[in-house]
Nanobody, 126 residues
Framework: QEQLVDSGGGSVQAGGSLTLSCVTIFSNLFSISNSVAWFRQAPGKEREAVAN????????NYADSVRGRFTITRDNAKNTVYLQMNNLTPEDTAMYYC?????????????????WGQGTQVTVSS
């Protein structure tokens, strides 16, 4: 079973930036997926979609709460998807998960994603 490894979380002050990374252990990330997404889950809340990027088109989608502050990109040569997060606020505090799938369905529907990372914690203080 393929696994995703997500990393890059940490603790920052409001207004700061972080970049999360997502890679696969055994396979090429872009051969096992046509959509790679980031989800997040805050304590007591449901896991919500943050952004995704399609392969090979490169088209992206963002949640309204992060549009204009977060950017999802990919580096095929490095087998990596990134989530650049700028102007962070305390409301962005959550566990962030990378996910990948090769099936259809809405980009933000977490039930359609096959592969998941273990999560990386992002904490933003005011």
């Amino acid at each position: 079973q393929e696994q995703l490894v997500d990393s890059g979380g940490g603790s920052v002050q409001a207004g700061g930036s972080l970049t999360l990374s997502c890679v696969t252990i055994f396979s090429n990330l872009f051969s096992i997926s046509n959509s790679v997404a980031w989800f997040r889950q805050a304590p007591g809340k449901e896991r919500e979609a943050v952004a995704n990027i399609y392969n090979p088109s490169g088209l992206t989608n963002y949640a309204d709460s992060v549009r204009g502050r977060f950017t999802i990109t990919r580096d095929n040569a490095k087998n990596t998807v990134y989530l650049q997060m700028n102007n962070l606020t305390p409301e962005d505090t959550a566990m962030y998960y990378c996910a990948a799938k090769k099936v259809g369905g809405w980009w933000s529907d977490r039930s359609t994603y096959t592969y998941w990372g273990q999560g990386t914690q992002v904490t933003v203080s005011s």
